[in-house]
């Protein structure tokens, strides 16, 4: 949390400097039985530029200081903060609107059409998709957006950026299947509900952006269908993992010569199963499974865990993970 000095200012509130990045935080420094709290103004560093350019403005006749990314800040080396963001901004621009930027729309376009449970839900998606769009949609760039991703993540302090807050909104459905078919099954932990809702959300957005214009009505199509079927198949996905991996595991114990890989379900049959690994490609099965659970498998599906071959018997050892 930064730490702020009060400091008179021409409206006669003082002002308090939150965070220096690409738009810097300003807001009138309340006090209440004395506790200072911060309403937060969003004021680009032009506007702020332009301020502490006028004489006997708001900004401009008393020394501005205030604790930002850890080093005490006067007035001088606070317009150099800005003439340096400046710079950056010019020699490697930030797409306008960015990802954020996007995706904050979305969400307060919603709130007024969900109900409160819907809404929350509709955050916690969003919220989910940033971090995904944030921890790997650079792997999918080209070589030029790559380098930048780079430098501005790379960067230290105020300059440092993640993905959503470099990149504009078409990098969003590209990375869709990424999130729902890896980031949901593998990387989060959540109940069905929002499993289901992070399907639904999805579809919603997709069209959403292509009735704002930041994608084509193609690439809203299938990014729609993608959410469709991760709503349906999401919930069913991580019901049969349960399954799998509570049977199996009540069976068997570990063993070096298991087959650890990632294995698609090539056929199905009441209480039974058969896989092939991708990289050990030989065809397994039958293997024996609960009738429940054969019931949810799906062919092209793919599980993520380890079977054993004893003779001409093969088993699931356990399962980590099902992907739809």
């Given at each position: 949390?930064?730490?702020v000095t009060r400091s008179s200012c021409g409206a006669g509130l003082p002002l308090a400097v939150l965070s220096t990045s690409r738009h810097l935080r300003i807001g009138p420094l309340l006090t209440a039985g004395g506790v200072a709290s911060v309403t937060r103004h969003q004021y680009n560093v032009e506007q702020l530029a332009e301020?502490?350019?006028k004489p006997r403005c708001v900004c401009d006749f008393f020394v501005f200081q205030c604790c930002v990314d850890g080093a005490r800040m006067n007035r001088r080396s606070l317009?150099?903060?800005?003439?340096?963001?400046?710079n950056r901004d010019s020699e490697t621009p930030t797409a306008d609107p960015t990802i954020s930027d996007v995706l904050a729309a979305y969400v307060a376009d919603q709130k007024a059409h969900l109900s409160a449970e819907a809404y929350d839900r509709c955050v916690a998606v969003i919220e989910l998709l940033q971090d995904s769009l944030n921890g790997y949609a650079h792997n999918s760039l080209d070589k030029e957006k790559l380098e930048?991703?780079?430098?501005?993540?790379?960067?230290?302090?105020?300059?440092?950026q993640e993905f959503c807050e470099i990149f504009g909104p078409d990098e969003i459905l590209p990375n869709i299947g990424e999130f729902l078919g890896y980031f949901m099954v593998r990387k989060v932990m959540v109940n069905q509900a929002l499993l289901r809702a992070s399907g639904t959300v999805t579809k919603k957005l997709a069209k959403w952006l292509a009735d704002k214009g930041y994608a084509t009505a193609e690439e809203s199509e299938k990014a729609m269908k993608r959410g469709a079927d991760a709503a349906r198949d999401l919930p069913r996905a991580q019901r049969l993992c349960s399954l799998l991996y509570d049977f199996s595991s009540s069976r068997y114990s570990p063993k070096n010569t298991d087959i650890e890989d990632q294995f698609e379900i090539m056929r199905v049959e009441p209480?039974?199963?058969?896989?092939q690994g991708f990289g050990d490609d030989r065809l397994l099965g039958p293997i024996g499974l609960p009738v429940e659970a054969t019931k949810l498998c799906r062919v092209g599906w793919t599980i993520s865990g380890a079977a054993r071959i004893t003779g001409k018997k093969q088993v699931l050892v356990t399962a980590w993970s099902v992907y739809p």
């Open positions: 949390m930064a730490s301020g502490l350019a317009v150099q903060a800005i003439a340096n963001d400046k930048l991703w780079e430098e501005r993540f790379n960067a230290e302090g105020g300059r440092h209480g039974k199963i058969w896989l």
